[in-house]
């Protein structure tokens, strides 16, 4: 299947979950993961119509920049962002969506005063509490936001979560309802420069589980583009 097909399809799986969840398919967005992937299927998928590209790597998203490849859609930073490098992306993409850690936040907000620029990100919430992935505790992030003060140059839009690797279908749902309860709660309390008005959650295997429990935004990867070569990355 061509990248415009499986877009099609997700589509079309994206709008019967949001439609059982009695929700309204225009109110989640496809962001599409393009690690890996090169400047042509980045543009064929934004031609078959992604909301926006995510990107994981940094030295990925200044290759592709500079080739245009993103060219009619946002794009977004989803993967480890390193301190050292938040210049090569504050300010370039639309949305910081894995800003995992205070120090990170801090980078970030220098980075974009020195720039005079306002960056929006979200914060990654590490639902699973598991060692090996990065992200605040829930029970973290309203702390947080609470921080928010110190850094004027940052708007947060919401949440990101990854959950531990699904053990079966269904599995992954009560992580995804935790963060969308944390983010009624936050919304309740009206932070100063705080939208929870993206919650970005759900991939290629358990996207229409997160549709059903208040995902805005599915980041998808091999459903778009296939299976991702590791191999080849290492040339
Ligand atoms: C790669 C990646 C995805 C997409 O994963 P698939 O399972 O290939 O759909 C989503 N989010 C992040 C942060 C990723 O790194």
Redesign the pocket.
């Known amino acids: 299947m061509s990248i415009a097909e499986n877009i099609a399809a997700i589509r079309a799986e994206m709008n019967q979950a949001a439609i059982a969840a009695g929700r309204n398919p225009a109110d989640i967005q496809l962001c599409a993961?393009t690690?890996m992937n090169d400047a042509d299927a980045v543009r064929q998928a934004i031609a078959a119509g992604v909301d926006c590209c995510?990107e994981?790597r940094v030295q990925e998203l200044t290759a592709k920049s500079a080739e245009n490849a993103y060219d009619g859609a946002p794009v977004h930073f989803?993967?480890v962002l390193q301190t050292n490098k938040v210049k090569q992306v504050v300010g370039k993409v639309d949305l910081i969506q894995?800003v995992d850690r205070m120090n990170l936040l801090a980078a970030i907000e220098k980075e974009a005063a020195r720039q005079n620029v306002i960056q929006n990100i979200l914060l990654e919430v590490n639902v699973g509490r598991e060692e090996s992935k990065s992200g605040f505790a829930p029970e973290e992030v309203t702390g947080v936001l609470e921080q928010l003060p110190n850094f004027p140059h940052i708007r947060v839009k919401g949440l990101m979560a990854?959950p531990p690797i699904s053990q079966g279908p269904g599995e992954n749902r009560r992580f995804f309802q935790e963060i969308y309860q944390l983010s009624v709660d936050i919304r309740a309390k009206k932070y100063d420069n705080v939208a929870m008005e993206c919650l970005s959650m759900g991939?290629?295997?358990d996207f229409a589980d997160a549709i059903a429990c208040g995902s805005t935004m599915i980041?998808?990867?091999?459903?778009i583009f296939g299976a991702r070569n590791y191999a080849k990355s290492h040339q």
Request: aromatic share 0%.
């Open positions: 993961a690690k995510g994981n989803i993967g894995s990854i991939m290629s295997d980041r998808i990867g091999t459903a």
